[in-house]
C-alpha cells in the first residue's frame, strides 16, 4: 500500500528552453502553458495535472517546470504548439539536482 503511494508521487523536472523575446514573466508562461494542455487534453485530465514552475529565469531564457512522471508526455505535447515561440524541451530527470548536472553538459 505505502509502495503504491509512493509510485503515485512520483515528480519529473524539466528543462525548457524558450526565447525571452517572446515570455518575458513567469506568469505569462504559466498562462500559455495551461491554456495549450488545456487545448491538448480531456477536460478530466486536465483537471487531474499537477504542474508548477520551479525556477523562471527570463535572461537567459531557461525554466524549470515540476511535474507527475504520467504527465511528462503531455506537457511535451502543449510545449510543441506554442505559436509563435522557440520553445524546446531539453532534458527531463527525476530531481533537480540531476537535472542541473545535465544541463552542464548541454550544448546551447
Do not use: W
Not at 77 to 98: H, Q
Request: proline letters at 1%; charged letters at 30%; a positive charge.
Amino acid at each position: 500500500m505505502k509502495q503504491d503511494l509512493i509510485k503515485l508521487m512520483r515528480r519529473r523536472y524539466l528543462a525548457i528552453k524558450f526565447n525571452p523575446n517572446y515570455i518575458s514573466s513567469k506568469k505569462q508562461f504559466f498562462k500559455k502553458l495551461t491554456t495549450n494542455l488545456a487545448l491538448t487534453l480531456k477536460y478530466a485530465a486536465y483537471q487531474n495535472l499537477n504542474i508548477r514552475i520551479i525556477e523562471f529565469d527570463s535572461d537567459t531564457g531557461f525554466c524549470i517546470v515540476r511535474t507527475d512522471h504520467r504527465d511528462v508526455t503531455a506537457l511535451r505535447e502543449a510545449i510543441k504548439i506554442f505559436d509563435g515561440v522557440n520553445l524546446k524541451s531539453i532534458k527531463t530527470s527525476g530531481s533537480i539536482k540531476t537535472l542541473k548536472q545535465k544541463l552542464l553538459t548541454y550544448e546551447l
